[in-house]
């Protein structure tokens, strides 16, 4: 019998049974790629019920790839999960070897850099000059806009500067020393879509991974704006706590009212619209010192008494429904500074300290899986995934590990503490924020418009992805386009920037 007759065969011989094929791929549901390869040997028919697309299709999307494709929309399955499997080989390679393109997002006229924020792959920044600007990293030739302000004509005199930004896949936010939130609708353009007022200057500020939803804290003061279905903004919920608030984060994956989670001082807040607020933790001199919020979870690390009274911080991980604290983690001598439950893989947790360590928990076991010796000075920035870390310190150093051997794959140094990591399967940003804004001798002229390069601050963008590397490992000043008339560096306006070509 051909093979091209294979496919016609209603029943499958299985040892001294004759089973029909949709049973017989039924059975094969359950084998994995390795399995599926030997039973192509057994036989011809074997062999083609065995690279049958639905099974393949099965796998590639057990295995994480092409999720949001159909089983119509490739031909061969099996030659798909292959490339797939061959790509992220080679991107985890280009990670450990640090093999890629790096490029440097400035912006010279915004003076001093204070806030940096990022959502797949896309960029948003504030200066000590008022400008918010947006970097799409996705595509080097794209011009990065700088987002308009309300501060107008009306307000003489220098714009105040930004304290915070956030961004998600819709919009942006930039919150100001005066007190002032403007929102930014991704889709539309550069004015603003929303703007609301606080009577002091903000001291958190937070944004929907999802939706249109901003929590800000001013003062004794958490205010929570949305927008409805027709884009109308409202105020959904304020609350009036007793203490300053520290951290802000909303609660991701909830239907309805946003919910908040503040941190002030030595309480924690679980704020919902309609009802008071709920304190979900408390103990008197114990302040928080970090916070990040899961879709049920929430990990905060506290400051404890001291060795003398045998209380040391640790990071608690406290249960969103019942508001019971689910287990306690580390015993350090060192604050912990940061905290990522939220991006690290099911049942782990990544923690940043004071005493230069990076620690992995095992939520399921309640104990440290490692412990890195990671900075010269505290850790700032951390995040994980199934493979590798990537912290920042306060020194400056950005640090790549393999998680599972407890080494460090490579580093990189800048001048500013690094206060924002973010990455993901093919690129990594990461910001060194000053944290003096107003820097003695920062400009030569009084009546410069800029900071030496050494005041400013620096994000990078990295990017591993083989498909691009072609092109984004060429040098900023050879992808130019030569259009522009005048060039702008170190200071000195350039007449001639570029060659006539």
Not at 167 to 193: F, K, Q
Request: proline share 4%.
């Amino acid at each position: 019998m051909l093979i091209r007759d294979l496919n016609e065969i209603n029943e499958i011989p299985f040892f001294d049974v004759q089973l029909p094929y949709e049973l017989a791929l039924k059975i094969f549901q359950y084998l994995g790629r390795i399995e599926l390869g030997k039973c192509a040997q057994v036989s011809r028919t074997w062999k083609v019920l065995a690279e049958d697309e639905v099974l393949w299709y099965r796998l590639c999307q057990q295995e994480g790839y092409l999720l949001d494709n159909s089983i119509s929309d490739g031909s061969c399955w099996k030659l798909a999960l292959k490339d797939c499997r061959a790509k992220e080989h080679t991107l985890r390679t280009n990670w450990k070897n640090r093999v890629g393109a790096v490029s440097q997002l400035q912006y010279e006229l915004g003076k001093i850099l204070c806030s940096v924020h990022s959502c797949d792959g896309v960029v948003i920044s504030g200066y000590t000059s008022g400008d918010v600007r947006l970097w799409d990293t996705r595509t080097w030739d794209y011009t990065a806009p700088i987002l308009e302000s309300m501060h107008g004509a009306a307000e003489p005199g220098p714009q105040p500067h930004v304290s915070f930004v956030r961004i998600n896949s819709s919009l942006a936010v930039a919150a100001y020393e005066d007190g002032t939130i403007n929102v930014w609708s991704l889709m539309i353009g550069r004015e603003p879509i929303h703007r609301y007022q606080h009577n002091q200057k903000l001291q958190a500020l937070a944004l929907g991974l999802e939706g249109a939803a901003i929590a800000s804290a001013s003062g004794f003061q958490v205010k929570v704006e949305s927008s409805d279905d027709r884009g109308y903004w409202q105020t959904t919920a304020e609350f009036e706590i007793q203490k300053l608030v520290n951290f802000l984060q909303l609660v991701p994956g909830v239907i309805g009212s946003p919910v908040t989670l503040a941190a002030a001082e030595d309480v924690v807040y679980l704020l919902k619209a309609e009802q008071p607020g709920k304190i979900l933790h408390s103990v008197y001199g114990q302040p928080v010192t970090c916070l990040d919020v899961s879709a049920n979870e929430a990990a905060f690390g506290v400051k404890g008494f001291g060795w003398l009274l045998n209380e040391t911080n640790k990071i608690l991980l406290y249960n969103l429904e019942t508001g019971q604290c689910v287990t306690q983690l580390g015993s350090s001598l060192g604050d912990f500074t940061c905290v990522n439950l939220q991006d690290s893989p099911p049942y782990m947790l990544v923690t940043g300290n004071k005493d230069r360590r990076v620690r992995v928990y095992d939520l399921r076991q309640n104990q440290s899986l490692c412990s890195l010796y990671a900075h010269h000075l505290g850790v700032s920035a951390v995040q994980m995934d199934d493979w590798k870390i990537v912290s920042g310190g306060e020194e400056g150093l950005v640090c790549v590990w393999d998680q599972r051997m407890g080494t460090k794959l490579w580093e990189i140094h800048a001048r500013h503490p690094v206060r924002y990591i973010w990455f993901n399967s093919h690129s990594l940003i990461t910001a060194n924020i000053p944290d003096e804004k107003n820097p003695r001798g920062a400009s030569i002229m009084d009546d410069d418009l800029t900071a030496h390069r050494r005041h400013r601050g620096i994000i990078y963008a990295y990017e591993f992805s083989v498909d691009q590397l072609a092109v984004e490992s060429v040098l900023p000043i050879c992808r130019s386009s030569y259009d522009e008339a005048i060039g702008y560096n170190y200071n000195i306006g350039l007449s001639v920037p570029y060659d006539n070509i």
